[in-house]
């Protein structure tokens, strides 16, 4: 399996070039024709963060958590789960999207989902920009501990992968896949803390809820940002969390690898 993966990657490398050009075209056609055009980047997170503040800061009086602004945990806790949904979300239909190209036999399939994912790193960017620009005006200054942002950001992104090839090479036999996602997406959108503090629950419900690997991303983003602690910190949850990745970037590889040969015929 470590031959297979080590394979994997250097094969991956090699189509850096055909990744980057294939992202830089899917961001740019998602505003095709707009009259702001790639304004809208910035225009959908700042909404966004916009409405959900207003509704649970003013609807619902939310507090400041732990002397927090509400709207600087807030953003902290959208971002990854907004990145996690929208790979998620883009990916599991990549491969019947592009059936000209899967049809064709010396097409790298394995490259779609990495596609989607740069192209939402784009919109992941201008998310921390507005965290960023927030943070300065709460005058919350910048630390080392800013830089865990990467490590983060890379453990989502493994992790968002496995599960995106495992998505779209059964999307492709099941087209059920794509409204299991959804909905599992909205359920996880619920279950993770991202709008409320997980110690607001009983102890044992903590524990369960901290299986979601997603809750370390969340958790870790804010670490990041506000509280300034260092990952190695959560010595258990760290291994816990590379340990599912590393598990579900495995099956990923091994389901889409297996499943791939027979595409073109089902398509």
């Keep these: 399996m470590l031959r297979d993966i080590i394979s994997l990657i250097k094969f991956l490398a090699r189509q850096k070039q055909l990744i980057f050009t294939m992202a830089r075209r899917e961001v740019m056609m998602q505003y095709a024709g707009s009259f702001l055009g790639l304004a809208w980047t910035f225009i959908h997170p700042l909404v966004l963060i916009f409405v959900f503040w207003f509704v649970f800061s003013v609807g619902f009086k939310a507090k400041p958590m732990n002397d927090v602004p509400f709207a600087v945990w807030l953003t902290a ?33 394995q490259i779609l989902p990495l596609v989607k994912i740069l192209a939402s790193l784009v919109t992941h960017a201008v998310f921390l920009f507005l965290l960023l620009g927030l943070l300065a005006v709460m005058h919350i200054s910048f630390t080392l501990y800013f830089l865990q942002f990467f490590y983060y950001s890379l453990g989502l992104c493994i992790f968002a992968l496995g599960l995106s090839w495992i998505v779209c090479a059964l999307n492709v036999f099941i087209r059920d896949v794509a409204h299991v996602v959804a909905v599992i997406i909205q359920v996880g959108f619920w279950i993770t803390p991202i709008f409320w503090d997980i110690h607001i629950m009983p102890s044992k419900v903590q524990i369960l809820l901290k299986l979601n690997p997603m809750y370390y991303i969340v958790q870790g983003y804010r670490d990041t940002f506000i509280y300034q602690v260092a990952f190695w910190r959560h010595p258990y949850q760290t291994l816990y969390f590379w340990i599912i990745c590393g598990l579900t970037f495995c099956i990923g590889m091994y389901v889409f690898q297996r499943l791939s040969p027979q595409f073109a015929d089902v398509l």
Excluded: E, Q, R
């Excluded at 790979?87 to 036999?105: D, H, P, Q, R």
């Design 77 to 109: 806790g959208m971002m990854p789960w907004f990145l996690f949904s929208d790979i998620l979300t883009s990916s599991v239909g990549v491969v019947v999207a592009n059936t000209n190209l899967i049809k064709k036999t010396l097409f790298p399939a």
